[in-house]
């Protein structure tokens, strides 16, 4: 876990926010590379999600949204953490995760446990009064549920059919920690299914296997998976059934992406709270009925460090130790690298005309600086499938050399046939 740190910090994955300042407890930024990695992690989840389906579509609800939203989906009286308070060290806790002792200074000395909502309060206009008070998205649910109707009349979709949604969402937690497996500010990848009543139970074992294998697709090692199911008294107030896409972090199992059988609780709330019949008729049966919902719902900021962790690999090469990230390509922050031998102008000409025509296909980057030897390494370290040199040779035969990041073997590839070449690997 520490060596994972370090190489995020190291190398421009994530940096805590506001450093110069002393930082932000539990708020990170993305860097160069980390903004790029986990722009690859949603995009593969929306190839796989939307892209690639025809009964999946795509929303961008508000951040900021009505207050009945929350108190309809129940919200604002459900959504709480017991939270308890160590007498002798003054540190809070959530009571469910501690038992019965303070894990900072080992005291037994707890307050009685009180109800603590999660959800960010904040005020629109001018003034602050019960009026304009407002709240921060906990998920991104509820807008494609209020979205229902849109939707549907849109699209002229019928069930079974999603609605996909990523974006930030917003929890006051009590006690954020391990890096960014949990976080006050997270980006959610989420995806609303709606089914007649009777095929819920069968969808939400098929969408159980689908993100199951979308980990695997995309390099965890099956070792480090796990699908775990809630029991009875775990289950959220809307649940017929969840169950737990976990990872092993170093620390233990840890949740990756809940999938969840909401039934019909949540357009039946909010039928009930504004008035609109959030129903689907199917004209065939002359019924109307609420569609019942199968939810996935990942952390991409969370699937994003479990693929660093899950990729962070050691090995020797002539005697030396080097440290890759084994990252799927679909994932690596660099799909190429292109290396010139040298910074005589010669060959910097040549290598950023063989950088351009790979630019307009994937993101590339570029490096002049220290041995071929050191950018080979750091390459290996920030996960980028190859690396192109440039080299003396190639002024004479119009070809460089492909070096592969996890075998480090090489080919000579002639430059007209490059993209071909590299678009038969990547893809």
Same mark, same amino acid.
């Given at each position: 876990?520490?060596?994972?740190?370090? @190489?995020?910090?190291?190398?421009?994955?994530?940096?805590?926010?506001?450093?110069?300042?002393?930082?932000?407890?539990?708020?990170?930024?993305?860097?160069?590379?980390?903004?790029?990695?986990?722009?690859?992690?949603?995009?593969?989840?929306?190839?796989?999600?939307?892209?690639?389906?025809?009964?999946?579509?795509?929303?961008?609800? =508000?951040?900021?949204?009505?207050?009945?939203?929350?108190?309809?989906?129940?919200?604002?009286?459900?959504?709480?953490?017991?939270?308890?308070?160590?007498?002798?060290?003054?540190?809070?806790?959530?009571?469910?995760?501690?038992?019965?002792?303070?894990?900072?200074?080992?005291?037994?000395?707890?307050?009685?446990?009180?109800?603590?909502?999660?959800?960010?309060?904040?005020?629109?206009?001018? @003034?602050?009064?019960?009026?304009? &008070?407002?709240?921060?998205?906990?998920?991104?649910?509820?807008?494609?549920?209020?979205?229902?109707?849109?939707?549907?009349?849109?699209?002229?979709?019928?069930?079974?059919?999603?609605?996909?949604?990523?974006?930030?969402?917003?929890?006051?937690?009590?006690?954020?920690?391990?890096?960014?497996?949990?976080?006050?500010?997270?980006?959610?990848?989420?995806?609303? %299914?709606?089914?007649? !009543?009777?095929?819920? *139970?069968?969808?939400?074992?098929?969408?159980? +296997?689908?993100?199951?294998?979308?980990?695997?697709?995309?390099?965890?090692? #099956?070792?480090?998976?796990?699908?775990?199911?809630?029991? #009875?008294?775990?289950?959220?107030?809307?649940?017929?059934?969840?169950?737990? &896409?976990?990872?092993?972090?170093?620390?233990?199992?840890?949740?990756?992406?809940?999938?969840?059988?909401?039934?019909?609780? *949540?357009?039946? =709330?909010?039928?009930?709270?504004?008035?609109?019949?959030?129903?689907? %008729?199917? /004209?065939?049966?002359?019924?109307? %009925?609420?569609?019942?919902?199968?939810?996935? =719902?990942?952390?991409?900021?969370?699937?994003?460090?479990?693929?660093?962790? =899950?990729?962070?690999?050691?090995?020797?090469?002539?005697? +030396?130790?080097?440290?890759?990230?084994?990252?799927?390509?679909?994932?690596?922050?660099?799909?190429?690298? &292109?290396? !010139?031998?040298?910074?005589?102008?010669?060959?910097?000409?040549?290598?950023?005309?063989?950088?351009?025509?790979?630019?307009? @296909?994937?993101?590339?980057?570029?490096?002049?600086? /220290?041995?071929?030897?050191?950018?080979?390494?750091?390459?290996?370290?920030?996960?980028?499938?190859?690396? &192109?040199?440039?080299?003396?040779?190639? @002024?004479?035969?119009?070809?460089?050399?492909?070096?592969?990041?996890?075998?480090?073997?090489?080919?000579?590839?002639?430059?007209?046939?490059?993209?071909?070449?590299?678009?038969?690997?990547?893809?």
């Amino acid at each position: 876990m520490d060596a994972v740190v370090n @190489l995020c910090k190291r190398r421009g994955f994530i940096f805590p926010s506001g450093e110069i300042y002393g930082g932000f407890r539990s708020t990170y930024d993305y860097g160069p590379l980390g903004v790029l990695m986990l722009r690859n992690v949603k995009d593969a989840w929306w190839r796989s999600m939307v892209q690639l389906r025809s009964d999946v579509l795509g929303l961008d609800a =508000a951040i900021l949204s009505s207050p009945k939203i929350w108190e309809a989906s129940g919200h604002l009286s459900n959504f709480t953490d017991p939270l308890v308070d160590c007498k002798k060290c003054h540190e809070r806790w959530r009571q469910d995760q501690i038992g019965t002792t303070c894990p900072n200074c080992g005291s037994g000395q707890l307050t009685e446990a009180r109800a603590f909502n999660l959800m960010f309060k904040t005020h629109v206009g001018p @003034l602050e009064d019960d009026a304009t &008070v407002a709240y921060l998205r906990p998920e991104t649910a509820q807008g494609m549920f209020v979205n229902f109707l849109n939707v549907l009349n849109t699209s002229r979709k019928k069930p079974p059919f999603g609605i996909a949604q990523i974006g930030k969402s917003f929890r006051n937690e009590i006690t954020p920690g391990n890096f960014v497996f949990r976080t006050r500010e997270f980006e959610q990848m989420e995806m609303e %299914y709606f089914v007649p !009543p009777e095929d819920s *139970d069968s969808w939400f074992q098929y969408w159980l +296997e689908e993100r199951f294998n979308w980990y695997l697709d995309l390099g965890i090692e #099956k070792s480090k998976l796990r699908i775990r199911h809630h029991d #009875k008294e775990e289950l959220s107030h809307y649940s017929r059934g969840t169950a737990d &896409v976990e990872f092993l972090f170093p620390w233990g199992w840890g949740e990756l992406e809940g999938i969840a059988n909401r039934g019909d609780y *949540d357009l039946g =709330a909010h039928t009930k709270a504004s008035g609109e019949k959030l129903e689907y %008729y199917d /004209q065939g049966q002359n019924t109307r %009925y609420f569609p019942h919902v199968i939810e996935p =719902a990942a952390g991409a900021t969370r699937a994003m460090m479990a693929f660093l962790l =899950a990729s962070y690999t050691q090995d020797e090469i002539e005697g +030396e130790t080097r440290t890759l990230l084994k990252l799927h390509p679909r994932l690596a922050p660099y799909k190429i690298a &292109v290396l !010139p031998l040298s910074k005589k102008p010669e060959l910097a000409e040549l290598s950023i005309e063989v950088l351009r025509p790979l630019q307009n @296909l994937w993101m590339c980057d570029y490096d002049e600086t /220290q041995s071929i030897g050191k950018r080979y390494r750091r390459q290996d370290e920030i996960g980028t499938p190859y690396c &192109v040199t440039v080299d003396f040779q190639s @002024l004479e035969d119009g070809a460089v050399t492909v070096r592969e990041r996890d075998t480090t073997s090489q080919e000579r590839v002639k430059i007209v046939e490059l993209t071909s070449f590299l678009q038969s690997k990547l893809s």
